[in-house]
């Protein structure tokens, strides 16, 4: 079953939440890819063509609502979900760029089981249609 297991990217600044997330998803059984900063996110997504994006929106260098617009903009990348990250609430303009390019998201600080339960909402999919045929 190693090679079914499905990919997550996170693009955290905050290497402590990095971690949580790391170990959250690693102990649920995602692969993961780390990034740093937007634009190594972005790369990064471009390279690996990951199954899933958990994407802070307050990174150091573009904002997560850029990264998700470059993401949404591109053909091979669009349909991949995005759960955003936000420390805090968004102001009116900002919400609905989330609301338009992300798929989903969590609050800061994150609550362990909405955290797996969103991810594993987009990811879980195809072993829930195995189950049901
Ligand atoms: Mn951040």
């Not at 090679?3 to 939440?17: G, H, M, P, T, Y």
């Not at 759960?83 to 760029?97: M, N, W």
């Not at 969590?106 to 969103?118: A, D, G, M, R």
Request: aromatic share 4%; net charge negative; charged share 25%.
């Amino acid at each position: 079953m190693a090679n079914s297991r499905k990919v997550v990217l996170i693009i955290e600044d905050d290497a402590n939440s990095r971690r949580l997330f790391r170990v959250l998803l690693e102990v649920n059984g995602y692969s993961v890819l780390q990034a740093s900063e937007g634009i190594e996110g972005w790369n990064s997504a471009l390279k690996h063509r990951p199954d899933l994006i958990l994407l802070d929106i307050q990174l150091p260098d573009i904002s997560g609502l850029a990264v998700a617009r470059l993401l949404k903009e591109h053909e091979a990348l669009k349909s991949i979900p995005i759960v955003a990250v936000t420390a805090f609430a968004l102001e009116g303009d900002q919400q609905k760029k989330l609301n338009v390019d992300c798929d989903a998201y969590v609050s800061k600080p994150i609550s362990i089981s909405s955290l797996t339960q969103k991810v594993d909402l987009f990811l879980a999919n195809d072993n829930l249609a195995v189950q049901s045929a």
